[in-house]
């Protein structure tokens, strides 16, 4: 008997290949994905997805041949991870920064993500500025304004962006 196994990482978006679970003599094999201890795929490659975030994954093989005893194996590969996600671009601030006028922050690609924004004044949080763009007063004169982008996808890590700050002027 060839020991069932699973490959890949165990994190959402990740592929995982199941292997083995065969007998001697050949059997004709196939292979099921639980997650949470219920069925989620069948075949001998599994794509995580977010909903499975947090829950534990097993793969199990069943092995028939005619005139023997069919063979059901179980393997646990583990508890899925959050995964990973790509930013195309770098998040960056337009408009001119002088007193009165607005400025706008333009983010980066980040396909189904949801972006939040936090502008910063000196490094520090601006109550309540979450917007896309930001008008500037008189107190921000002189100061180096930048935002803090944050892109969320559930059964994700959080990617977080910060713009190169710009130099408040006056009018």
């Known amino acids: 008997v060839a020991a069932l196994k699973a490959a890949g990482k165990v994190a959402v978006g990740q592929r995982l290949t199941a292997s083995g679970g065969t007998t ?4 004709s094999i196939s292979y099921q994905w639980l997650v949470g201890g219920r ?7 599994y794509v995580l997805k977010p909903a499975d975030f947090g829950k534990a994954v097993a793969v199990r093989s069943t092995a028939k041949r005619a005139g023997y005893v069919t063979r059901v194996t179980t393997a646990n590969v583990g508890k899925v991870a959050a995964g990973t996600f790509a930013v195309k671009g770098k998040a960056k601030i337009t408009g001119k920064a002088k007193v009165g006028k607005k400025l706008k922050v333009k983010p980066g690609k980040a396909a189904g993500a949801r972006v939040r924004y936090q502008w910063l004044k000196n490094g520090k949080a601006i109550k309540g500025a979450k917007g896309k763009t930001l008008k500037l ?7 180096k304004i930048s935002v803090k982008v944050t892109y969320t996808k559930v059964g994700y890590k959080t990617v977080t962006q910060k713009t190169k700050a710009v130099k408040v002027k006056k009018k």
Do not use: D, L
Not at 24 to 27: G, K, T
Not at 39 to 45: E, I, L, P, R, T
């Open 137 to 143: 007063k008189k107190s921000f004169k002189g100061k």
């Open 39 to 45: 069925v989620a795929g069948a075949g001998s490659a």
């Open 24 to 27: 001697n003599p050949a059997s």
